[in-house]
Nanobody, 123 residues
């Protein structure tokens, strides 16, 4: 059973930066594709970014060029560096894991989820 714990959320002004972390335990971290998703009030959960075990990455169009996903296999941790934040980025951000070799963007394909961390961007 894989356990995921997110941290690093908070309140930031427009144009600011945050780095989210997701610590994984209970599985072979290096063999999982890891993803970040977000859900704003009244909206569906949406894909943000994903990274494979081979460090291939994929981003939603809305965050490409501003967000960077990375992973540290020694620390069993995946990161989401978020720059040039906008009020539209306000949401609960979730880390997710799936045992596969591909870049998965569909939330229903992920097997394991963290509890989420709130990111609020003020205008």
């Amino acid at each position: 059973q894989v356990r995921l714990v997110e941290s690093g959320g908070g309140l930031v002004q427009t144009g600011g930066s945050l780095r989210l972390s997701c610590a994984a335990s209970g599985g072979t971290f290096s063999r999982y594709t890891m993803g970040w998703f977000r859900q704003a009030p009244g909206k569906e959960r949406e894909f943000v970014a994903a990274i494979t075990s081979g460090r291939s990455t994929n981003y939603a169009d809305s965050v490409a060029g501003r967000f960077t996903i990375s992973r540290d296999s020694a620390q069993n941790t995946v990161y989401l560096q978020m720059n040039s934040l906008k009020p539209d980025d306000t949401a609960v951000y979730y880390c997710a894991a799936v045992f596969t070799g591909g870049l998965i963007t569909r939330a229903t394909s992920y097997n394991y989820w963290g509890q989420g961390t709130q990111v609020t961007v003020s205008s």
